[in-house]
């Protein structure tokens, strides 16, 4: 029997000396649009969306998280038990769409939850006119262990006239069967406008423009680990009921800003409960200009016992 662990909770992120000015730059009622969006409550969405081959259907889902992000109904490789064996499929929007100019920041955002079992795969993808599939997101493999949401950024396909499609692949690995409840997709959308870095960030209005990269990390209220924020109702965690899963490697990202001048003192602070297994851990990391993350703080390991506040160090990347 495998034994499954708690994982990290993160309530209220800051970065000091930014908090005035992220708040008067970026505040909390900011100019964002939707493009489209698709949460598959309306039964005219088979009007827009259809399965090029095999699984994939909408409805109330019956397996796997048992039930939509939001409201009854999603989108899923099979509703109501595991996806077969050997199937390809694509979930295609056959309804086409114009991106946005660069500039305005067109991305993709969607809801999803996800059980995959070995040598199986889901991934996003995009074709201009009639071309071919090119894949927009990495590989989803594994459990995700929670509804999460993605953000993959569509500005290089700007001006052009696409689709979107949501590929699934199984193959028989010739070790028996060892699939899972498949993949399910909500709250389907294509907005424009900034990705604001609210600081404080204390997660009451919901995760904003932060997203997970691959599984895991979801935003609400926890009851499981500390069962309950640390401060408010809500708060940021890999899993919000339970513990997560077995192998999981993810990443919470926030939105870009910009690192204030070093003579400010620039800091990262926020609270944090964590609980991990042996061999596992969690750590805080820095992208600049959607380069290599690197590491800034240790590892968290072992189990917290409390909320503690890490603060560490930004200025080395003042005005990055």
């Known amino acids: 029997m495998v034994t499954r662990k708690r994982f990290m909770l993160i ?24 493009l489209w ?3 598959f409550e309306n039964p005219n969405w088979v009007d827009t969306w259809s399965a090029e081959a095999g699984v994939w259907d909408g409805g109330v889902p019956t397996s796997g998280p048992n039930s939509a992000h939001t409201g009854n109904n999603c989108a899923a490789t099979v509703l109501g038990g595991d996806y077969p064996e050997v199937c390809e499929s694509r979930f295609i929007r056959h309804a086409t769409f114009v991106v946005p100019p660069a500039l305005q920041n067109p991305r993709l955002r969607f809801y999803h939850w996800y059980s995959i079992g070995a040598g199986d795969t889901g991934r996003v993808q995009i074709r201009v006119g009639s071309g071919a599939w090119q894949s ?10 929670a509804w999460t949401r993605p953000s993959l950024d569509l500005s290089s396909y700007s001006g052009l006239a696409v689709q979107i499609g949501f590929y699934f692949k199984a193959t028989d690995a010739g070790y028996g069967y060892d699939g899972g409840a498949g993949w399910y997709v909500d709250d389907i959308e294509v907005v424009t406008g900034p990705m604001v870095f609210n600081s404080p960030e204390d997660w009451e209005s919901g995760i904003g423009d932060w997203y997970s990269s ?3 990390w979801e935003v609400g209220h926890p009851t499981s680990g500390p069962d309950s924020a640390h401060t408010g109702q809500r708060c940021a965690a890999t899993i919000l009921r339970g513990n997560y899963d077995e192998v999981a490697s993810s990443r919470l990202i926030s939105p870009n800003y910009t690192v204030p001048p070093a003579s400010q003192n620039p800091r990262l602070r926020f609270y944090h409960w964590y609980s991990f297994g042996a061999g596992d851990s969690g750590r805080v990391q820095i992208s600049v200009s959607g380069g290599a993350w690197q590491t800034i703080s240790g590892n968290f390991i072992g189990t917290s016992g409390a909320w503690t506040t890490p603060s560490l160090d930004l200025s080395s990347y003042a005005g990055m």
């Not at 209220?12 to 992220?22: D, E």
């Not at 927009?136 to 262990?145: A, K, P, R, V």
């Open 136 to 145: 927009i997101s990495g590989n989803y493999i594994g459990t995700s262990g």
């Open 11 to 34: 309530a209220v992120l800051w970065v000091t000396a930014l908090v005035i000015g992220l708040m008067t730059t970026s505040t909390r009622v900011y100019a964002q649009d939707t």
């Open 37 to 39: 969006f698709q949460g």
């Open 214 to 216: 691959t599984g895991e």
